[in-house]
């Protein structure tokens, strides 16, 4: 278990880890997909990844759909969280990793050469993550949270980012939300952590919500959709010399992945979710493919994926006001770009 006053030692420690993770990369240490491997306009014909257990990544179904071709993605495992995921990338074991944000936003204010080229998942009405307590718990409001527990898949990720943000809203001083306790817990075993009541609060997003919502009693204290409305919340990223080194191969991965998020929001719903589980199914991996008649949308904001200066600057604020960056230290522009993106001619 981890209090908020107890996170705020954790940057500091992964940003000591992250400098020699920096110091490897810039010495050659980290691994790189070789330039040797590709032909023809491209650097590269294949994309080292890390996928999610029981879903299909925006990159999955545009290899599916032909999007990639000629280029090929390769499976190396599951992830276990953002973060991780793009802490993979920096390092040079996987091509692209996909992250929250803001915790893209703190890995790039501690020199990370990364850079956010397009954006996957986000919230709309559709799409969410709430903050469920159980039917007749104590907990009314943010100041109920004083002293409680709330479980989420991963620390300084999307989640706490969205509960500090709604415990400041409401009023409860920074002393007040260091007595709030995060808890790390594996999205399966977060519902039935909060029935055991071995946690006040458990965030559950899509899938996991719907199926908890279906056995019934809880409901949400709040939404991340209350509080910010439609937006992409996260991104892809790519690092510095994979750019300069991939450039053809970053932008075809790049332009299949956006019409790959535009081809699941225009296509029927049916047929969205009939792709999915024959990916999965083709795939081998032992998964469920039931949970994925609960898939409603894209969630991603931008057209084809497309970012803009507002999805970083409220995290960038966010973290100065924290205490992680200071004021000037990196703008949106320094963390995104989207010259890869077809999409970016049509706005």
Same mark, same amino acid.
């Given at each position: 278990?981890?209090?908020?006053?107890?996170?705020?030692?954790?940057?500091?420690?992964?940003?000591?880890?992250?400098?020699?993770?920096?110091?490897?990369?810039?010495?050659?240490?980290?691994?790189?997909?070789?330039?040797?491997?590709?032909? +023809?306009?491209?650097?590269?014909?294949? &994309?080292?990844?890390?996928?999610?257990? /029981?879903?299909? =990544?925006?990159? %999955?179904?545009? $290899?599916?759909?032909?999007?990639?071709?000629?280029?090929?993605?390769?499976?190396?495992?599951?992830?276990?969280?953002?973060?991780?995921?793009?802490?993979?990338?920096?390092?040079?074991?996987?091509?692209?990793?996909?992250?929250?944000?803001?915790?893209?936003?703190?890995?790039?204010?501690?020199?990370?050469?990364?850079?956010?080229?397009?954006?996957?998942?986000?919230?709309?009405?559709?799409?969410?993550?709430?903050?469920?307590?159980?039917?007749?718990?104590?907990?009314?409001?943010?100041?109920?949270?004083?002293?409680?527990?709330?479980?989420?898949?991963?620390? +300084?990720?999307?989640?706490?980012?969205? &509960?500090?943000?709604?415990?400041?809203? /409401?009023?409860? =001083?920074?002393? %007040?939300?260091? $007595?709030?306790?995060?808890?790390?817990?594996?999205?399966?075993?977060?519902?039935?952590?909060?029935?055991?009541?071995?946690?006040?609060?458990?965030?559950?997003?899509?899938?996991?919500?719907?199926?908890?919502?279906?056995?019934?009693?809880?409901?949400?204290?709040?939404?991340?959709?209350?509080?910010?409305?439609?937006?992409?919340?996260?991104?892809?990223?790519?690092?510095?010399?994979?750019?300069?080194?991939?450039?053809?191969?970053?932008?075809?991965?790049?332009?299949?992945?956006?019409?790959?998020?535009?081809?699941?929001?225009?296509?029927?719903?049916?047929?969205?979710?009939?792709?999915?589980?024959?990916?999965?199914?083709?795939?081998?991996? /032992?998964?469920? =493919?039931?949970?994925?008649?609960?898939?409603?949308?894209?969630?991603?904001?931008?057209?084809?994926?497309?970012?803009?200066?507002?999805?970083?600057?409220?995290?960038?604020?966010?973290?100065?006001?924290?205490?992680?960056?200071?004021?000037?230290?990196?703008?949106?522009?320094?963390?995104?770009?989207?010259?890869?993106?077809?999409?970016?001619?049509?706005?």
């Amino acid at each position: 278990m981890h209090s908020l006053q107890r996170k705020y030692t954790l940057p500091v420690f992964s940003v000591l880890i992250l400098s020699l993770i920096f110091i490897m990369f810039l010495s050659g240490c980290g691994k790189q997909t070789s330039n040797a491997s590709g032909s +023809g306009k491209y650097e590269t014909l294949e &994309l080292r990844y890390q996928g999610w257990a /029981n879903k299909v =990544t925006y990159p %999955e179904l545009a $290899q599916d759909l032909g999007y990639l071709d000629p280029i090929k993605l390769k499976w190396i495992g599951n992830t276990t969280s953002g973060p991780q995921d793009i802490q993979t990338a920096v390092t040079g074991d996987v091509d692209f990793g996909g992250a929250f944000n803001g915790a893209i936003v703190q890995l790039k204010g501690s020199n990370a050469p990364i850079k956010s080229v397009i954006g996957y998942y986000g919230v709309d009405k559709e799409t969410w993550s709430g903050f469920y307590v159980l039917d007749g718990s104590s907990i009314k409001s943010a100041h109920d949270l004083i002293g409680k527990k709330v479980g989420m898949n991963t620390l +300084g990720g999307h989640s706490e980012f969205v &509960l500090k943000e709604y415990l400041r809203k /409401n009023g409860l =001083t920074e002393k %007040e939300i260091e $007595q709030v306790t995060l808890v790390a817990i594996p999205p399966v075993n977060t519902e039935q952590s909060l029935r055991q009541k071995q946690i006040d609060v458990a965030v559950l997003g899509d899938i996991l919500r719907d199926k908890a919502l279906e056995r019934g009693g809880i409901h949400p204290l709040f939404k991340d959709y209350d509080l910010f409305g439609t937006f992409t919340a996260g991104s892809y990223v790519m690092t510095d010399r994979f750019l300069k080194e991939n450039p053809n191969t970053a932008k075809k991965f790049v332009e299949g992945t956006a019409k790959a998020i535009e081809w699941a929001r225009t296509s029927p719903r049916e047929e969205v979710i009939a792709r999915y589980e024959k990916i999965i199914k083709e795939r081998g991996r /032992n998964e469920d =493919t039931s949970i994925m008649k609960y898939w409603k949308s894209t969630s991603v904001a931008g057209k084809g994926g497309l970012n803009s200066n507002k999805e970083f600057s409220v995290w960038i604020n966010w973290l100065v006001k924290d205490g992680q960056l200071k004021k000037g230290q990196i703008a949106p522009s320094d963390i995104y770009t989207n010259e890869f993106n077809p999409y970016k001619k049509q706005n």
